[in-house]
């Protein structure tokens, strides 16, 4: 079986990538992987190093738009698990046409290209934030798409384009939806890894508005063997939560990236909130434990400690990020 695996120079796609080649993922044992990926701001080259001279490893520089691309590389795969995407929220607050392009019409030039050379399966990974917010309770599958950041819509396009796929086309495909994920090559853009290396730094980080903001953190590990089995025995046309993780404000997150890496209150910067800011994630995950048996396993403490001591130790993989991401927008 051999899989393209889009954006799988990312945090969450390079992941998937490592741990398959790994065998680490149930269902996909053996696979062979193509990654796609255009290498934008988020895409490093070097998440791949571990994997890189592995016989069953093959990496394409190149664009999920791009359609004679496509038709190059989808007769030597079995299936698609599509992971590409501008993923960052304060970024398409500021500018959301890279948003519609990648993520809405980058998906539907993949869907096509599968119903063109007929792929086997597809996994679309969505996320949580299609829903919008939830002030209390959960939300299992059937809630309502509310999004409410241009990158949300731009994913509810996405997600609701690769369903109707199975629909009018009967294209072999599942949706995952997943919470906050972290871990380890997660970009220092994000408020877990953005917070820990600039405390590194003895540097102050920029808390957003009150900061009662809820998120449900899950490990990158647990968001992938997720995937997998979703890829493997999830069932065409049909929509899984992944999630499970641990809900903590972003008070209380910052808290123990404070406690973690020896700081206290007054390297907290308090700042304006995010504009559209959503209060509160909360997914149910009753479907894919009852279905695919999934349930998380990494406990958050201990995986955050395990993160905080890799960015410790991995100066030379987010310096250069931070220090062009710092000439980026000095630009
Ligand atoms: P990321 O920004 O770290 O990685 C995105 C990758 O996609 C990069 O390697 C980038 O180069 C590549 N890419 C972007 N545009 C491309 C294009 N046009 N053609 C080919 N490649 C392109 O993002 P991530 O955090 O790893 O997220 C991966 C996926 O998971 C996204 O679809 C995101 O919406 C979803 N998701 C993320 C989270 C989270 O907490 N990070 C949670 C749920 C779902
Ligand atoms: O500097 C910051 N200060 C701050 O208070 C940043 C970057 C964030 N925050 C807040 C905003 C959120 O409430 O922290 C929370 C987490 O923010 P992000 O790390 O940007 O994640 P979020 O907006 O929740 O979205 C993430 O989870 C869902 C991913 O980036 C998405 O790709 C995924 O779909």
Redesign the pocket.
Known sequence: MKLLVTGGAGFIGSNFVRRAIRDELPGIEGAEILVLDALTYSGVRANLAPVEDDPRFEFVHGDIRDERLLDELFPRVDGVVHFA?E????RSVLDSGVFVETNVLGTQRLLDASLRHGVERFVHV????VYGSIEEGEWDERFPLEPN?P??AS?AGSDLLARSYHRTHGLNLSITR????YGPYHFP???????TTNLLDGRR?????T?E???DWLHVDDHCRGIALVYAGGRPGEVYNIGGGTQLT?VE??ERILELTGHDWSAVEH?AD?KG??LR?CVNIDKIAEELGYEPQVPFDAGLAEVVQWYRDRRDWWEPLKERAALDSAR
């Not at 969505?126 to 934030?129: C, F, L, V, Y």
């Not at 980080?205 to 508005?209: E, K, R, S, T």
């Open positions: 995407a993923s960052h929220v304060d969505s996320t949580d934030e950041s990158y949300a994913k997943c919470s906050n994920n853009e994000k408020l877990i890894p953005l917070f980080v920029p808390l957003y508005g900061g903001n809820v998120r972003n997150i910052t700042v995010r800011h959503d994630y």
